[in-house]
């Protein structure tokens, strides 16, 4: 699939929500296991910074563009939703330890690069 055909409506649309539904789950993940509050208010705290650079992220990248390429696109997603996240949570006045900015990275990593590079080789792979 080229990259004009990965930028139809319903393929930004799935990768953007895909990219939203995994930062949340981040944030549901971190909060479980230093066992606070999976409330809605509480999971949006923890969630809004990164959503926030992540959004920047595909603005910056112009994501809808090639909305699936690990490297072009989700490489820049996953840089700005970090230090956009880290950023925001600091002017925020939530945590920023170097422990959680090291766990983050490589969560927001495996998840934001990761699926891409699933998606990419499953293309690869029905093409032959």
Not at 33 to 53: M, V
Not at 65 to 73: E, G, I, K, Y
Not at 79 to 108: C, D, H
């Amino acid at each position: 699939m080229s990259s004009v055909a990965a930028s139809r409506p319903r393929v930004v649309a799935a990768a953007l929500a895909a990219d939203v539904v995994l930062v949340v789950v981040f944030a549901i993940i971190g909060r479980a296991s230093h066992h606070e509050d999976l409330a809605i208010g509480g999971i949006a705290q923890t969630a809004w910074p990164f959503l926030a650079g992540m959004l920047i992220g595909w603005a910056v990248m112009l994501a809808w563009r090639a909305p699936l390429a690990p490297v072009r696109t989700g490489v820049g997603v996953w840089a700005a939703t970090v230090v956009g996240g880290m950023l925001l949570r600091a002017a925020s006045g939530q945590g920023v330890e170097i422990a959680f900015v090291i766990v983050a990275a490589v969560v927001l990593f495996v998840f934001l690069v990761g699926w891409r590079g699933i998606a990419t080789l499953a293309r690869r792979a029905r093409r032959r």
